[in-house]
Nanobody
Framework: QLQASGGGLVQAGGSLRLSCVAS???????????IGWYRQAPGKQRELVAS???????NYANSVKGRFTISRDNAKKAAYLQMNFLNPEDTAVYSC?????????????WGQGTQVTVSS
């Protein structure tokens, strides 16, 4: 349903770009969804890193502000997370989420995670 990719091993100070692509068969109205990027490091709770609404309003966790940029391409049914100036604390499994409210009910779709490892 959601395919996340782009993770890998990078040195501190480096960059990665994560992609989240939605299945066309399910997301016929992709533009309605709020897309979120979450991460979970070993032994830690999952946290919301960045999100972008249907109107392309973006929000970021304080820890990544100024370094990460979330964007979306509704025509491609995709969202991206550009990560710059990575540091070892950014090491985690990153997952994307698509959320929409329909008739008062919140519907969530999750993609599989992609590992990001930042070496010092």
């Amino acid at each position: 349903q959601l395919q996340a990719s782009g993770g890998g091993l990078v040195q501190a100070g480096g960059s990665l770009r994560l992609s989240c692509v939605a299945s066309r068969s399910i997301f016929s109205e992709f533009m309605r969804y709020t897309i979120g990027w979450y991460r979970q490091a070993p032994g830690k709770q999952r946290e919301l890193v960045a999100s972008i609404t249907s109107g392309s309003s973006a929000n970021y966790a304080n820890s990544v502000k100024g370094r990460f940029t979330i964007s979306r391409d509704n025509a491609k049914k995709a969202a991206y997370l550009q990560m710059n100036f990575l540091n070892p604390e950014d090491t985690a499994v990153y997952s994307c989420n698509a959320r929409v409210r329909v008739s008062g009910t919140t519907i969530d779709y999750w993609g599989q995670g992609t590992q990001v490892t930042v070496s010092s």
